[in-house]
Nanobody, 121 residues
C-alpha cells in the first residue's frame, strides 16, 4: 500500500501561484500513475492532471497552459505547479496513485486527505 500526504494549499489572490506537493510513503511511486483531482463542496471530484510512470501528462481543459504536473521518483513526490489561478480553481485538491502496467491502470486507487486551495481577492 501507499500513503499519500498533500501539502502546499492556501489562500491566494487571482493571478497568483501555488505549488502543491504529494509525498508518498509505504511504496515507491516509480510503478504508479499519479494524478491530481479537485472537489468543491456539493460537486463531483474531477481530474485536474495526470502523469504516467514515464512522465506522459494529461490535463483538464480548464487548466491547460496554467498548471503543470511533475514527478520526482527519487524523492517519492509528485507536484502540481498552479499559475494564473482563478476563483473557479477554488477546491480541495487530492493526490491519487494507481499501479500502472504498460498503459493499463491496475489495482486499487489510493488517495491523500486533500489540501485546500482558495483563490479570492
Amino acid at each position: 500500500q501507499v500513503q499519500l500526504v498533500e501539502s502546499g494549499g492556501g489562500l491566494v489572490q487571482p493571478g497568483g501561484s501555488l505549488r502543491l506537493s504529494c509525498a508518498a510513503a509505504g511504496s515507491s511511486l516509480s510503478s504508479y500513475a499519479m494524478g491530481w483531482y479537485r472537489q468543491a463542496p456539493g460537486k463531483e471530484r474531477d481530474m485536474v492532471a495526470t502523469i504516467t510512470t514515464s512522465s506522459g501528462t494529461n490535463y483538464a481543459d480548464s487548466v491547460k497552459g496554467r498548471f503543470t504536473i511533475s514527478r520526482d521518483d527519487a524523492k517519492n513526490t509528485v507536484y502540481l505547479q498552479m499559475n494564473s489561478l482563478k476563483p473557479e480553481d477554488t477546491a480541495a485538491y487530492y493526490c491519487n496513485a494507481r499501479r500502472q502496467f504498460r498503459s493499463i491502470l491496475i489495482g486499487a486507487d489510493y488517495w491523500g486527505q486533500g489540501t485546500q486551495v482558495t483563490v479570492s481577492s
